[in-house]
């Protein structure tokens, strides 16, 4: 925990940081909390005063979930989001999240109660139903009457209500006959879960290619992959995104059995991972996801990759402006077991306290990560980028060595930063790179902040005008020590093979190497 005569709030357009007055023997220097707060952006979030309050509060990462609305809908939300930038003092990140082969209900109007022991209908194949009731109800997909058999369960809305099959047609678009086991209230496009029963939907539908098309015409910064289940799944994503050119970042999410038995190739395969524990839960036992939870984290660790822990973090915001203690033992839990991400959900997209939420999610972290060493957190062998895997660790031990209080990292697709952030250190790193997207891209990893600069002919010209950048924004204070790693012959689209030791003079001059 904090102590509060050691810790003050220090308020600056560039990053929501902490100021902290050191302890004997540490650099001065400015705090940046390390974990990553992904928000959902929704009718609760979505107006340009909340969106910049919750920048403020420590968002990092806006999630725009492609499974409701129209995808041209988010179209003026993108370019209001990337309009921030210069308010806030830093690049926006946004993830877009496809629908994936969700099973949904259909389209229809109200709330009804289902009541346990009563007979309810699924009528395959209709995205919309003007007479639904508790006595039928309409679903989009109409393979699901055709590959449901007698007894199986179906779960609706997150696996609040309870189903099991009396009867069903055997035919797509037909009717399937049901039992309400356990009931409660159901509204439009709620989600369906058939447990045991593998679902003939690709991972990448005509839904999702619209989707995937509005994201990367728009600029989407990080796509997110649902019901991923092998990792052919994602390579329609990366595919797209390769033929355009682009370097955009792929998130697997793992929220079905079928990922975990593929756990290892889907990490090889992906840039980033989310524990999506909605589905998951549903999809296998309860007690079994933590269990789940730990398995994903620890590969993504291995890798160096970001991994994000989402759902029901905070659930009890949506309506109540405290958390539960629970809640807080959940994310702190997550935090400690390595992920580098937390995510919210309806917290912030319809909840009734979205800035609390964020504000919430922020103080957790900060004090959990308080009881963190950055040395129990290593990327193993199985890392990608060997070499420069080895110079981002050399970094990191010469900047524990010198006490330095910053990590200026040079790159061209964000790969250097994401190595270096996956050590954990606890001084602040900056991404050192010549284009927008970069720089928008690794508002994900943890502890990274970014700076756009002009890439020159020496790489230590490079990174000593970042340097002097950063000085001037108050980044830098007069008397840090500070190690940059970059590339040679040019900094950013050379090979990562160069780590320096810089000192700023108390004239805020860069005085050169140590």
């Not at 990367?216 to 595919?239: C, F, H, M, N």
């Not at 919210?344 to 939420?357: Q, R, V």
């Not at 004090?367 to 970094?395: C, D, I, N, W, Y």
């Not at 930063?417 to 606890?426: A, D, F, I, K, Q």
């Amino acid at each position: 925990m904090f102590k509060s005569n050691l810790w003050l709030l220090f308020s600056t357009t560039s990053n929501s940081l902490l100021f902290r007055k050191p302890f004997d023997g540490e650099p001065r220097g400015l705090y940046m909390r390390r974990t990553r707060i992904v928000a959902t952006i929704g009718p609760a979030s979505q107006d340009n005063q909340m969106l910049y309050s919750l920048f403020q509060a420590g968002m990092n990462v806006c999630r725009l979930n492609y499974s409701h609305g129209e995808p041209e809908q988010k179209t003026e939300l993108y370019h209001r989001i990337r309009s921030m930038e210069e308010s806030i003092g830093r690049q926006t990140c946004i993830l877009a999240d496809l629908p994936g082969p969700k099973l949904r209900l259909g389209e229809f109007e109200g709330v009804h109660i289902l009541a346990m022991g009563k007979k309810v209908e699924l009528h395959c194949g209709m995205a919309n139903m003007a007479d639904a009731s508790a006595e039928k109800l309409p679903v989009q997909y109409e393979g699901l009457s055709a590959e449901l058999k007698k007894d199986d369960p179906v779960l609706l809305s997150d696996g609040l209500i309870r189903l099991k099959v009396i009867s069903t047609t055997g035919l797509k678009s037909g009717v399937v006959t049901c039992k309400v086991i356990d009931g409660g209230p159901i509204s439009s496009r709620k989600g369906i879960n058939v447990p045991g029963t593998l679902v003939d939907l690709p991972a990448i539908g005509p839904k999702d290619k619209i989707a995937l098309k509005h994201a990367l015409d728009t600029g989407a910064d990080l796509i997110a992959v649902s019901y991923v289940r092998t990792p052919e799944d994602l390579q329609p994503a990366k595919d797209e995104i390769k033929s355009r050119g682009l370097t955009t970042w792929v998130v697997a999410k793992i929220e079905h059995p079928m990922a975990l038995e593929h756990l290892d190739d889907i990490l090889d395969t992906a840039d980033a991972v989310m524990v999506a524990r909605g589905d998951l839960g549903v999809e296998i036992p309860l007690e079994e996801v933590p269990i789940a939870q730990q398995r994903i984290i620890d590969g993504a660790l291995e890798r160096g990759m970001p991994v994000i822990v989402a759902t029901q973090m905070l659930e009890t915001m949506t309506v109540n402006p405290r958390p539960t203690r629970a809640e807080v033992s959940d994310i702190s839990t997550a935090i400690r077991q390595g992920a580098t991400g937390v995510m919210l959900s309806g917290e912030t997209a319809s909840g009734e306290y979205p800035l609390e939420a964020v504000q919430t999610m922020a103080k957790i972290a900060l004090s959990t990560e308080q009881g963190l060493e950055s040395s129990q957190l290593k990327p193993e062998s199985v890392t990608r980028f060997k070499s420069t895997r080895a110079v981002a660790h050399a970094g990191v031990e010469l900047a524990k060595m010198a006490n330095a209080s910053r990590l200026l990292v040079a790159t061209e697709r964000g790969n250097a930063p994401r190595l270096v952030s996956s050590y954990r250190p606890n001084i602040p790193i900056t991404a050192v790179t010549n284009t927008i997207e970069t720089a928008r891209r690794v508002q994900l990893l943890p502890g990274v902040d970014s700076l756009v600069v002009e890439e020159l002919d020496r790489g230590s010209s490079t990174m000593q005008s970042a340097l002097s950048r950063l000085v001037k924004l108050k980044r830098i204070l007069p008397g840090h020590k500070i190690v940059a790693i970059s590339g040679s012959p040019k900094a950013i689209s050379g090979v990562t093979s160069t780590a320096r030791l810089y000192k700023v003079s108390q004239q805020g001059e860069i005085i050169g190497t140590e």
